[in-house]
């Protein structure tokens, strides 16, 4: 019986680890649901956004990166969060309207989730333990590039721009 016991712990946790990129759903901050799975074979910059941040304007340079090679097969995702001196205090629809209006945004943008915290969203969750990548997000605007195979290659703080060289330097290694 202990044995039994014991693998079945062993396959469950199996079953946690294997838990991918793809395997994750979040809704979209104007209705229907984004489906990770759909970006199989694309490389994604996550970035956990705000309206009334010092580094808004950065949804600037997610919209140039995303109309620079969406073709190529790069999304940008943004995840609204209020969780940093509530400043992204909009209702969801609100927050992708002020993002469309103001920045010009094309790239989709989810609901607003806690990305700190015991209610973070398990897509937060997931990348907060990926080895190499552990740590809880510190600020609005942190950048996280997930390759082709849904794995994290880089994450970027919130100081750095999603144009900098840096960041393009490690998109644009993993298109090839």
């Known amino acids: 019986m202990k044995k039994i016991f014991l693998a079945l712990c062993f396959i469950n946790l199996n079953v946690f680890a294997s838990e991918s990129f793809y395997d994750f759903k979040v809704n979209h901050g104007e209705g229907g649901v984004i489906n990770f799975s759909d970006y199989k074979g694309k490389v994604v910059v996550l970035t956990n956004i705000a309206t009334r941040c010092g580094f808004t304007d950065q949804l600037d340079d997610l919209e140039t990166i995303y109309a620079k090679y969406k073709d190529k097969n ?16 909009e209702a969801n629809k609100e927050v992708v309207q002020f993002c469309k209006l103001k920045y010009k945004t094309n790239f989709p943008i989810t609901e607003k989730v806690d990305v700190i ?5 398990p897509i937060i969750k997931w990348v907060n333990k990926q080895k ?6 510190l ?3 942190e950048k996280f590039i997930i390759g082709k195979d849904g794995k994290i290659i880089e994450r970027f703080r919130s100081i750095t721009k999603p144009t900098d060289k840096d960041v393009i330097a490690v998109i644009e290694k993993a298109l090839n």
């Open 139 to 141: 600020w609005n605007f």
């Open 117 to 121: 915290g015991d209610s973070k969203h």
């Open 132 to 137: 190499g990548f552990e740590g809880p997000i």
């Open 74 to 89: 790069v999304v940008v995702l943004g995840i609204p969060s209020n969780n940093f001196l509530s400043q992204t205090p």
